[in-house]
């Protein structure tokens, strides 16, 4: 498998309490997808979704499990590759008894064009990327056309992504790379009611922090 040479994350070392590690040793094998370079069945994995939803860099997890509660009717596929994370989400899918919620350790460069059929997910979830504030990191930033590229292969026609940060300089950059992209119809919203604040935009909102959601459809 092809890894990508620009790293959209930053290595937070690997401080992870022994709960957050046990859950993983645990419970990745239960809520957990090994990463191979063979295309998921998702249907399989929710039979009975209406629709399928990946989350891209959830964190601690807390808006995942909320969300999945909230819409028992769907499949939620979360990609992360922090293990405290993993173990958190982990945790929470176990201890709530959430049953709609896989979770992959990965970068999703890797998970999206490997294990994901192309026109297969009903919606993506990317809330509150790293913003990566100066200059020369921006190239580190995730949304880029490339990966609106990438996105769009593997939403069905009608598709929705639905995006937040609370970096302004950032929401301008995610609205001009949707300009120049001819697959994506749509641009910033009002928060929607059934997106909780995530841990990330908390801490966003205690340093006054303005915060942008877009939504876009794939054409
Ligand atoms: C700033 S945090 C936001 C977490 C959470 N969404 C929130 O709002 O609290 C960004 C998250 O994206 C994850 N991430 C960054 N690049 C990623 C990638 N290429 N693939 C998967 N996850 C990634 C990081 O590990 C981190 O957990």
Redesign the pocket.
């Known amino acids: 498998m092809e890894r990508?040479s620009i790293?959209?994350?930053s290595i937070r070392g690997t401080r992870i309490t022994e709960a957050q590690r046990a859950a993983k040793k645990s419970l990745q094998e239960i809520h957990g997808i090994p990463v191979t370079d063979a295309k998921l069945d998702l249907n399989a994995v929710f039979p009975d979704a209406k629709k399928i939803i990946m989350e891209?860099?959830?964190?601690?997890g807390e808006?995942t499990a909320i969300i999945a509660m909230n819409s028992p009717e769907n499949g939620y596929l979360a990609?992360?590759?922090?293990p405290p994370?993993i173990g958190k989400l982990l945790s929470r899918i176990q201890e709530q008894k959430i049953t709609n919620i896989k979770v992959i350790e990965?970068?999703?460069?890797v998970?999206l064009p490997y294990m994901i059929e192309d026109e297969s997910l009903d919606g993506v979830h990317l809330?509150?990327?790293?913003p990566w504030p100066k200059v020369k990191h921006h190239k580190r930033r995730?949304v880029n056309s490339g990966f609106l590229e990438l996105v769009a292969s593997k939403l069905k026609p009608g598709g929705y992504f639905h995006l937040a940060t609370d970096w302004v300089p950032y929401a301008e950059s995610m609205e001009n790379v949707f300009k120049t992209s001819t697959q994506f119809s749509g641009g910033v919203i009002d928060k929607p009611e059934w997106r909780p604040v995530?841990?990330?935009?908390g801490q966003g909102i205690d340093k006054d922090h303005r915060v942008t959601d877009l939504l876009y459809f794939r054409n």
Do not use: K, N, Q
């Open positions: 990508p790293r959209s994350y891209i860099g959830f964190g601690m808006a990609i992360d590759l922090h994370g990965d970068d999703v460069h998970v809330y509150f990327p790293d995730i995530t841990r990330f935009e």
